[in-house]
């Protein structure tokens, strides 16, 4: 079946501009997480989703930082006013249960760039 | 602090030659165990997992991983390398009851032909 789908898989823009980056997870999965990988560095969690609601934000930078996930299925993950430190690429994982214990399957990532 | 360290950032293997992958782990008690490979363009893909039982993990594509509590690790291995095998590979840990991966930061494999 399909997999994680992320799009757009590259964005562009400009220093204080909002973005908004959206996660397709696999139909079933219940559990959704976002992480960011920057270069050099591993990734970094950043949210977890449980259906609808998000039970772990703790990873969010800063409150420029937001998502939402809609129907327990689809997820934006949007940025604003955006800060050239914030480019790197953005994962996105589903999994069947919650729970580390449960597989995470990613997505292709969307590859950010704040110039 | 909860942490995992991949302490090699970069290794080089000619192809079949075996390979080790290090990975440690900071935690106060056995999480999960993952390992990933990420390919230039692709997501991530799980290679294999320990929870718990027998502490050498059969994975996917000829890996293998050993979980030695005494020396908080997790090394990934396989005893001879394809050339397809050239990719970023991580070593993740999940607390039990929790629900992310903690990452570390990940060790780029080049194979030379």
């Known amino acids: 079946g399909a997999g994680v789908s992320q799009s757009p898989s590259n964005k562009v823009t400009e220093k204080g501009k909002d973005v908004e980056l959206r996660c397709d997870p696999i139909s079933g999965h219940t559990a959704l997480y976002w992480y960011r990988q920057s270069l050099g560095q591993g990734l970094e969690f950043l949210i977890y989703f449980q259906g609808n609601s998000a039970p772990d934000k703790s990873g969010l930078p800063s409150d420029r930082f937001s998502a939402e996930r809609t129907g327990g299925s689809v997820s934006t993950l949007t940025i604003q006013r955006t800060q050239q430190e914030d480019s790197a690429v953005y994962l996105c994982?589903?999994?069947?249960?919650?729970?580390?214990?449960?597989?995470?399957?990613f997505g292709p990532g969307t590859r950010l760039t704040v110039l | 602090a909860q942490s995992v360290t991949q302490p090699d950032i970069h290794i080089t293997v000619s192809e079949g030659a075996s390979l080790e992958l290090r990975c440690n782990y900071s935690y106060g008690a056995t999480p999960y165990l993952f390992w990933y490979v990420q390919s230039p363009g692709q997501g991530l893909q799980l290679l294999l997992k320990?929870?718990?039982?027998?502490?050498l993990v059969q994975g996917i594509k000829g890996f293998e991983a050993e979980f030695k509590r005494s020396q908080s690790s997790f090394n990934l291995r396989k005893p001879s390398v394809h050339w397809s095998d050239a990719a970023e590979y991580f070593c993740a840990v999940g607390l039990r009851g929790g629900n992310k991966l903690t990452f570390g930061t990940g060790t780029q494999l080049k194979v030379e032909l």
């Open positions: 320990y929870f718990s039982g027998d502490t």
């Open positions: 994982a589903s999994s069947f249960r919650q729970g580390a214990g449960d597989e995470q399957f």
